[in-house]
């Protein structure tokens, strides 16, 4: 099983900065990609950054110049920079890995989501 701690969330005025962390830890395996997704109230989850194994990096639209997705020395951790914080942000933010596990005697490619972290932005 994996397990994925995250931090870094809070209430930030509009044009302020929050930087998001996440760390898995907790079996065998391998990530093959990990990010960020948001989810505000009645809204679907969407996708914000992912970076995969091979450091190829995606951002949202509405992100792009003010996230900065990064991977740490440890590559089971990920940052999530965010500067520029608009109102639209506001969301929950959830981490995101598709790792291969080794679950029982087979090895097997599995998604994991984080609790979440809520990111309030403020007029």
């Known amino acids: 099983q994996v397990q994925l701690a995250e931090s870094g969330g809070g209430l930030v005025q509009a044009g302020g900065s929050l930087r998001l962390s996440c760390a898995a830890s907790g079996g065998t395996f391998s990530i093959n990609a990990i990010g960020w997704y948001r989810q505000a109230p009645g809204k679907e989850r969407e996708l914000v950054a992912t970076?995969?194994?091979?450091?190829?990096?995606n951002y949202a639209d509405s992100v792009k110049g003010r996230f900065t997705i990064s991977r740490g020395n440890a590559k089971n951790t990920v940052y999530l920079q965010m500067n520029s914080l608009k109102p639209e942000d506001t969301a929950v933010y959830y981490c995101n890995t598709n790792v291969l596990s080794y679950v029982g005697r087979s090895w097997l490619l599995q998604d994991y989501w984080g609790q979440g972290t809520q990111v309030t932005v403020s007029i």
């Open positions: 970076i995969n194994s091979g450091d190829t990096i």
